[in-house]
Nanobody, 123 residues
């Protein structure tokens, strides 16, 4: 069973910083990509950032220039460095692992999720 464990969430004032961590059982290189998603109260889940096994990153427009996703393959851990935090960043943040597997020569897309960690930005 693949398990993803997030940590690093908490309460921070606007303009502050937090670093989220996602420790994955097994090798993160087994996945095509890792990512962070978030769900704000009353809102649908949205993509925050992703990083492929080749190191390509992608960010939501709302966090570009403020958030940085990175990975440490030796530690099987993915990070999300969040700077210049805004109240709009308040949400539960979820770690995601995505992989394509094959069954009878057909591709299937699989996603694994962590339990989530709360980030609250408030003065």
């Amino acid at each position: 069973q693949v398990q993803l464990v997030e940590s690093g969430g908490g309460l921070v004032q606007p303009g502050g910083s937090l670093r989220l961590s996602c420790e994955v059982s097994g090798s993160i290189n087994s996945f095509n990509s890792m990512g962070w998603y978030r769900r704000a109260p009353g809102e649908e889940r949205e993509l925050v950032a992703t990083i492929t096994n080749a190191g390509k990153t992608n960010y939501a427009d709302s966090v570009k220039g403020r958030f940085t996703i990175s990975r440490d393959n030796a530690k099987n851990t993915v990070y999300l460095q969040m700077n210049s935090l805004k109240p709009e960043d308040t949400a539960v943040y979820y770690c995601n692992a995505a992989v394509t597997t094959y069954y009878n020569s057909r591709p299937y897309f699989r996603n694994f999720w962590g339990q989530g960690t709360q980030v609250t930005v408030s003065s």
